[in-house]
């Protein structure tokens, strides 16, 4: 059993930057591919960033690319989302996974054996 805990979030105004951290409890040796994703009202669920505990390269989505970087601290069972220049656009609430499977065959779906944490709040002013 893993759970996943999200904090970080807040408000910031247009520019500005935020820094998400996911802890990890539990079962954490079971911990592989890592993302975050993000749901906004009316919008559909959208994959922002995934890593790969095991070193595979990183991957973003093309809305936050060179703007957002993925990081990882195995000896504190944490992933980070540093988040720059941030845009109304990014208003959203921010969840961090533990897929099942690679990111890059998961899909936005949860699916059978994902974790996933509650997640927090970005709000973004212009």
């Known amino acids: 059993q893993v759970d996943l805990e999200e904090s970080g979030g807040g408000m910031v105004q247009a520019g500005g930057s935020l820094t998400l951290t996911c802890v990890a409890s539990g079962s954490i040796f079971t911990l592989d591919h890592m993302a975050w994703h993000r749901q906004a009202p009316g919008k559909e669920r959208e994959e922002v960033s995934c890593i790969s505990l095991s070193g595979a390269p990183t991957s973003y989505a093309d809305s936050v690319k060179g703007r957002f970087t993925i990081s990882s601290d195995n000896a504190k069972n944490s992933i980070y989302l540093q988040m720059r220049s941030l845009e109304p656009e990014d208003t959203a609430v921010y969840l961090c996974?533990?897929?099942?499977?690679?990111?890059?065959?998961?899909?936005?779906?949860?699916?059978?054996?994902?974790?996933w944490g509650r997640g927090t709040q970005v709000t973004v002013s212009s």
């Open positions: 996974a533990a897929r099942a499977i690679a990111c890059e065959v998961a899909g936005t779906t949860p699916l059978h054996g994902d974790v």
